[in-house]
């Protein structure tokens, strides 16, 4: 399963700005690893806000697994717990999520990388990191309490300046094309927003995707450009789907996709909607799983087909030396009829008698060894 989107986080941040001024009642780790933050709000109730690190993030309605606490979640509970929501934002554009709180004077931010393999962390006032659920270490950055949180540097075209087609078709026009990338991979070096939506737009103008970089014509550019900053309308007003193929999911977006035309589409009212049931309940097309003894017995017959092999090449060669010897019977014998009646004799002997390469002559062990 792929890894939400920058486009579809920007959306989802901005269905999530509600959660402004819940207080977080309680914070709840499962594995997965998953989160929840137990919210609640005067006169509106409480909302679980489910993280799923690199998959999904929004309100989940449905909620099974049970609570089992670790050093890690009564460590976040200590520091966010009771702490009110002030606000829900995308960080430098990227896929992180912060939710930034205050409880007293005391600001802090819970920041959700939706990336890789996905991260919580908190961070206080200046951003100094205070815990971590993953430490890492980057060329660029450090995932490391005391250490300052920094987010991934990102591209030039992000969610904030998507509809800007001047600034989309100068990125895409100065951006590298060498021959040996493809349409997807020169303009995805410079735009984040999804590859998804990316290739839609190339696709729409009936451009392949995967054709050389340098075949972009000016017109193509500017036709691409045009194309792409019209995704910028689904971070306000989405119209999330699923999309799905003889009952299985296959993907999930924002908006009509061309590649998926004639799927079946079951559309939802929220972006992180679509989400939760694509990743909290995905049903992926079934594989055929391999059981312990069938693996077992592959092995036992792969070994059986090698030894089988072995012993096939081992009886080629040992043929191939019986023939050999068969005929040159009448060579051997004689070489061995001279060497009982002359008793003591050289290599040089046999070769000149009989015009033969000979190897080696052992009087001690009584073997003459030559060359067919």
Known sequence: MREPSTLELAAIARELEFLKGFYIEKFYEFPGPQFRLKLNKSGEGQHNLVIAPARFLGIASVLTLQDQPTNFSQAVRKRISNSKITGISLMNDDRVLCISMEKGDQAQSLIIEMFGKGNVIIADSEMKITLAYSRHEFSDRKIFPGETYAAPKNK????????????????????????????????????????????????????????????????????????????????????PRIYTENGFMVDYALCDIKKYEGMEIESFKLSYEALEKYYLSHKENPQPVESSKAKELEASIRKQKEIIEQTAMEIKELKLKGDTIYNNMQLINSIIKMARETKRFKKEDIEEAFGIKVKEVNLKDKTVTIEL
Do not use: C, F, H, W
């Open 156 to 239: 030039r075209i992000t969610v904030s300046n998507l509809s800007n087609v001047g600034m989309l078709q100068e990125a895409i026009a100065s951006s590298p094309k060498p021959k040996e990338k493809n349409i997807m991979q020169a303009l995805s070096s410079v735009i984040n927003i999804g590859s998804l939506y990316v290739e839609d737009a190339v696709m729409r103008l009936g451009i392949d995707p995967s054709a050389p970089s340098d075949s972009l014509s000016d017109s193509d550019i500017a036709a691409i450009s045009k194309n792409i900053s019209t995704y910028s309308e689904y971070i306000s007003s989405p119209k």
